[in-house]
C-alpha cells in the first residue's frame, strides 16, 4: 500500500502497482506452505501437556469446545517449540470444571491434524479448514484441567492480547441483559460463532450475512463519525492542520478498533481501505479504482493467501466495482435519493448473483427489498447507536443502559425483517448453468447504467434472472445412494427418478452443530430437493438422530420411520416386513419385528435397497444378538452387493456367520477422522479384505455416491475426497 501511495504522488502509479501485486502473489505463495503446515505425525493420539489461553468463546452444554491459545506443550516432560504460539480447537466431554474465555489452564489433551468433512456440495472443505487458522483438534483427559497463573503477559502482542481479552469481557458483561446480545457481540466484537446455525441460514436465506459482519459500511461509519468529532474537537486549530491531525487519528483510530475487537481478514481489509481512501482525500490526489482495488487486493493477499477462496473476498469487491460501474456518471448528490438506493440493490442483487451461485447454489429473492429495510437500520441506526451505548455505559450506566435497550428493540426490528424475507423462494441455480446466464444478465445492466436507461431496463434484467433460477433444477437420476460424510455418525440419501428418501440424519451435539444443518441441508439443497417422500432414522442415538430436527424443520417429509418412535420426533414405527418405493428402487424393512423387545442399538431399522439389480444393506448400530436373530428370520433376504457396516465398523457388531451371509462386494464404514472408538476395527476390514470385498471408510475417502445410469445399467461409485471415481459390473445372476 505503500508503494501505491508513493506512485500516486509521484505519478508513477502504473509501475508501482503491478509491482506490488505480483510481490503480493509471491509473498502468499511463501505464506501458503506455512498455513498448510500439519501435526507431526507422531504427536497424533499422544498425551500432551498444554499451557495457555482460551482465545475464543467457550460453546456450552454437556461437550465444551473452544480455540486453546497454547503458550507451552510438552510430552513426557519434554518441550515441544513447534506447538507454541499455535491454535487449536478442544473440546471437553462431560468436563467437571466450567471453563470460561479468556481462562488460562494447564490441561493434558489428545490431539489429531485437521480434516475436513469431503462432500460432494462442498469441495473447498481444506481452503476452510487452513482460513480458521486452527493448527490441530484434540480433546482434554478428563480430570486433567487446571487453572494456570502464567503471570502477566509479556511483550506488546502479550499485553495487547491481554487488553483485547478485558475489553471483550467488558463489552459482554455489559450487554448482558439485552435479548440479542449475541447479534450484538457479533456486529461489534466480529464474534461470528456467537450466532448460532439456524440465525446464519436466516440471514442466507434474506441476503443479509453481511450485515451482522464487520465490514467496510461498519468501518467507513466509524471512521465519519471520529472523523467529525476530531474536526469539531480541533476547531481551534488552523485548518489544514486541523485536517490532517483529524485524519491520522481516524486512521489510528479504527486500527486499534479492528485490532482490539477482531483481527480478521474483512475486519483488516475494511480498515486498510478507508485508511487509503481518508489519505488519498487528505493529499487531494486521485487513485483510479482500478489502482485502489489492487493496492486492497494485494494487502489481503499478504495477510491472508488463502482469501481469494473464500465468497466474502468476491462478494465485497465485486460488491464495490459494481456500485462504482453503476453510479460512475453521475454525482455524488444522487446517493441521497430514493431512487438511487434502489438503483444500488439492483445492481448488487443481480450482480452479485453469479457469485451467490457458485458458493451456495442459491440466490435469496427476497435480497432486494430486504436490503432496503436492513441496511439503513443497521449502518444509520443501530451502529451508531450501539457505539454511543458502550461509550456512555463507561460514564452512565443507566444512561447506556436506557441506550442499550433501544439497539436491542432495533436488532429486534432487524431479525423480524430477516425472518420475513428467508420466508420468500431461493432460487436455486446449479453451477453448470449459472455463468452464461448471469453472466448476459450482468453485462446488459452495466449497458443500460452507462447509458443512462430507465429503471424498467434493470427490472427486465431481474425478471430474466429470476426466470432461470426457477426453472426446474431436479435432476432426474436414474439410480443414486449418497453416503455423505458427516463425521463420526451416519447419514445418507436414496435418489430416483426425482423422488428422495432420507436414511439417518447425521450426529448432533449440545453446543449447537448438527450434521443435519452443516451437510444433509446443504446437499439436499444443492440437487434441487424441496421434500422427502421418506426419512427412516434407523435408531435414536445422537449420532444417528442428532441432525433430525434440522432436516424436519428445512425441508418437507411424506412419512418418517424409526426403529424407535419414542425417541425420535414424528415417526411412525418400522416394522419387518414392510416395502416402500423411491421411483424405481424398493426400500424392504427386514428388522426389528413387530413386537421385538429391548431399546438402543438393536431397535436399528434395518432396510434393504434394491434397484435394477443392485442391493445395499444399510444395518444401523445392529449388534451381533440383532444379527443372529436375522439369520433366522431373513437370511435368505440378507445377500447384498454393498453392505453399510453395522456399528461403523465397530468389533463388537462384527458377527462373521452374518457377514457371509451378506457376502457384499464393498463394504463402507461411516466414521469421524481418529475417532476415539477406534472405528473401523481392523479385523473386521481384513476379514472383508481377505474375501475379495472392497472396504472404504468415510474418514479416508469422504463421501461415497453409488449411481446407475438408465441405459447400461453400469454401477459407478465416486468419493466426495480425492480418490476419483471407480466403475463396478454387475453380476446378473446373483
Known amino acids: 500500500m505503500l508503494s501505491v501511495i508513493a506512485g500516486s ?50 460453546r456450552a452444554g454437556n461437550v465444551q469446545s473452544f480455540s486453546f491459545c497454547v503458550a507451552e506443550a510438552r510430552v513426557d516432560g519434554v518441550l515441544l517449540p513447534e506447538l507454541a504460539s499455535k491454535t487449536i480447537r478442544l473440546s471437553c466431554y462431560y468436563c467437571d470444571v466450567e471453563l470460561h474465555e479468556s481462562g ?62 478485558r475489553t471483550r469481557g467488558l463489552v459482554r458483561s455489559t450487554t448482558e441483559s439485552m435479548a440479542h446480545q449475541r447479534s450484538f457481540l457479533a456486529l461489534f466484537l466480529g464474534a461470528r460463532t456467537e450466532l448460532d446455525e439456524s ?6 436465506r434474506s441476503g443479509l450475512t453481511h450485515l451482522l459482519v464487520i465490514s467496510g459500511l461498519h468501518i467507513g461509519l466509524i471512521a465519519i463519525l471520529v472523523m467529525f468529532a476530531l474536526r469539531w474537537a480541533f476547531c481551534w486549530l488552523p485548518r489544514q492542520f486541523a485536517d490532517w491531525v483529524a485524519c491520522g487519528l481516524t486512521i489510528l483510530a479504527i486500527l486499534s478498533y479492528v485490532a482490539l475487537i477482531d483481527c480478521g481478514l474483512p475486519a483488516m481489509r475494511a480498515a486498510l481501505a478507508v485508511s487509503l481512501a481518508l489519505l488519498m482525500l487528505r493529499m487531494r490526489r486521485r487513485i483510479l479504482p482500478s489502482t485502489f482495488f489492487i493496492a486492497v487486493l494485494t494487502c489481503s493477499l499478504l495477510l491472508d493467501p488463502l482469501a481469494p477462496w473464500s465468497a466474502g473476498f468476491w462478494l465485497s469487491f465485486v460488491a464495490v466495482g459494481l456500485l462504482f460501474v453503476a453510479f460512475s456518471h453521475r454525482p455524488l448528490q444522487s446517493f441521497s435519493k430514493p431512487g438511487s438506493l434502489w438503483r444500488s440493490q439492483m445492481a448488487l442483487t443481480v450482480g452479485l ?21 436492513a441496511t439503513p437500520l443497521i449502518t444509520l441506526v443501530v451502529v451508531p447507536l450501539g457505539l454511543l451505548a458502550l461509550a456512555v455505559a463507561l460514564v ?36 453448470e448453468m449459472t455463468l ?107 449420532d444417528h438422530a442428532g441432525g433430525w430436527g434440522d432436516v424436519r424443520a428445512n425441508f418437507i417429509v411424506a412419512s418418517a420411520l424409526s426403529g424407535e418412535p419414542d425417541r425420535v420426533e414424528s415417526s411412525k414405527p418400522c416394522i419387518a416386513g414392510a416395502n416402500y418405493q423411491v421411483g424405481v428402487a424398493r426400500m424392504e424393512v427386514l428388522w426389528p419385528l413387530e413386537g421385538a423387545r429391548g431399546k438402543g442399538n438393536n431397535r436399528s431399522c434395518v432396510i434393504r435397497l434394491t434397484g435394477r439389480g443392485l442391493s445395499i444393506l444399510m444395518t444401523g448400530d445392529i449388534e451381533a444378538s440383532a444379527q443372529r436373530a ?47 472408538f477406534g472405528h473401523p476395527h481392523k479385523l473386521v476390514r481384513d476379514w472383508f479384505e481377505r474375501r475379495g470385498a472392497a472396504f472404504y471408510n468415510t474418514a479416508e475417502v469422504g463421501a461415497v455416491q453409488i449411481s446407475i445410469e438408465e441405459g447400461d445399467g453400469a454401477v459407478k461409485i465416486q468419493f466426495g475426497g480425492p480418490w476419483g471415481e471407480v466403475l463396478m459390473a454387475l453380476d446378473k445372476n446373483r
Open 104 to 165: 488460562r489452564y494447564s490441561l493434558q489433551a489428545k490431539l489429531k491434524d485437521l480434516r475436513p468433512l469431503q462432500n460432494f456440495h462442498d469441495p473447498w472443505g481444506w481452503q476452510k479448514l487452513w482460513r480458521s487458522g486452527l493448527y490441530a483438534r484434540g480433546s482434554i483427559a478428563q480430570g486433567s484441567v487446571e487453572l494456570w497463573g502464567m503471570g502477566r503477559a509479556e511483550g506488546l502482542m502479550g499485553r495487547l492480547a491481554e487488553f483485547r481479552s
Open 630 to 676: 436375522l439369520l433366522t428370520e431373513a437370511k435368505d433376504k440378507l445377500a447384498s452387493d454393498i453392505l453399510v457396516s453395522p456399528h461403523h465398523g465397530s468389533a463388537s457388531s462384527f458377527l462373521p456367520e452374518f457377514a457371509s451371509a451378506v457376502s457384499p462386494r464393498v463394504v463402507i464404514a461411516s466414521t469421524g477422522y481418529l475417532n476415539a
Open 199 to 204: 440465525q446464519w441460514d436466516v440471514l442466507r
Open 396 to 431: 452512565w450506566p443507566a444512561g447506556g443502559e436506557m441506550l442499550l435497550r433501544m439497539t436491542d428493540i432495533c436488532l429486534d426490528g432487524f431479525w423480524r425483517v430477516a425472518e420475513l424475507a428467508s420466508l420468500g423462494p431461493v432460487l436455486q441455480t446449479p453451477l
Open 436 to 542: 452464461a446466464s448471469v453472466s448476459f444478465v450482468i453485462v446488459g445492466i452495466c449497458v443500460a447504467g452507462a447509458m443512462r436507461m430507465p429503471g424498467a431496463v434493470w427490472f427486465i434484467g431481474v425478471l430474466a434472472l429470476i426466470g432461470t433460477g426457477m426453472r426446474e433444477q431436479y435432476e432426474q437420476v436414474w439410480f443414486r445412494f449418497t453416503l455423505l460424510d458427516v463425521g463420526q455418525g451416519l447419514a445418507s440419501v436414496i435418489e430416483s427418478r426425482g423422488e428422495t428418501a432420507l436414511y439417518d440424519a447425521g450426529p448432533g451435539f449440545a453446543d449447537g452443530w448438527s450434521a443435519g444443518a452443516t451437510v444433509v441441508d446443504p446437499y439436499l439443497r444443492s440437487i434441487g430437493v424441496k421434500g422427502l417422500k421418506y426419512a427412516v432414522i434407523s435408531h435414536g442415538d445422537s
Open 353 to 373: 448473483a453469479g457469485i451467490l451461485a457458485i458458493s451456495f447454489q442459491q440466490i435469496p429473492s427476497a435480497a432486494p427489498p430486504a436490503n432496503l429495510v
Open 9 to 58: 504522488l509521484s505519478g508513477r502509479g502504473r509501475y508501482y502497482t503491478p509491482a506490488l501485486f505480483l510481490f503480493g502473489v509471491i509473498f502468499a505463495g511463501i505464506r501458503l506452505q506455512n498455513i498448510a503446515e500439519s501435526l507431526p505425525p507422531s504427536l497424533l493420539g499422544e498425551p500432551l501437556q498444554l499451557r495457555g489461553e482460551i482465545c475464543s468463546s467457550v
